[in-house]
């Protein structure tokens, strides 16, 4: 079974920097994605970053040049490191997979870690 932890939220103030590791297990299929979604307060879930298995990051145009997704497959660990945070970047943050398996693809997420901005 495919689980995913969150770590390392916290409070930065303005300008700072966070870096949150997901720690993940279970995937035995070859192919997946794995990403970064944020929800602010009365907001929707958004996408932040994916990255696939070999490949380069992907980011929403809020975060770019700021944030960088990080994937090291043989520690099964997943990192985002976060830049020149802003308020606007508060949030929960949440650990996606998306693993191609044989009845399709498959979603699975942690349960997020909170990351607040003061203004």
């Known amino acids: 079974q495919v689980q995913l932890v969150e770590s390392g939220g916290g409070l930065v103030y303005p300008g700072g920097s966070l870096r949150l590791e997901c720690d993940y297990s279970?995937?035995?299929?070859?192919?997946?994605?794995l990403g970064w979604f944020r929800q602010a307060p009365g907001k929707q879930r958004e996408w932040v970053a994916t990255?696939?298995?070999?490949?380069?990051?992907k980011y929403a145009d809020s975060v770019k040049g700021r944030f960088t997704i990080i994937n090291d497959n043989r520690a099964n660990a997943l990192w985002l490191q976060m830049n020149r945070l802003t308020p606007e970047d508060t949030g929960v943050y949440y650990c996606?997979?998306?693993?191609?398996?044989?009845?399709?693809?498959?979603?699975?997420w942690g349960r997020g870690t909170q990351v607040t901005i003061p203004s």
């Open positions: 279970g995937i035995i299929f070859s192919h997946y994605t």
């Open positions: 990255i696939e298995l070999g490949g380069a990051g």
């Open positions: 996606h997979a998306q693993v191609s398996e044989f009845g399709g693809p498959q979603d699975y």
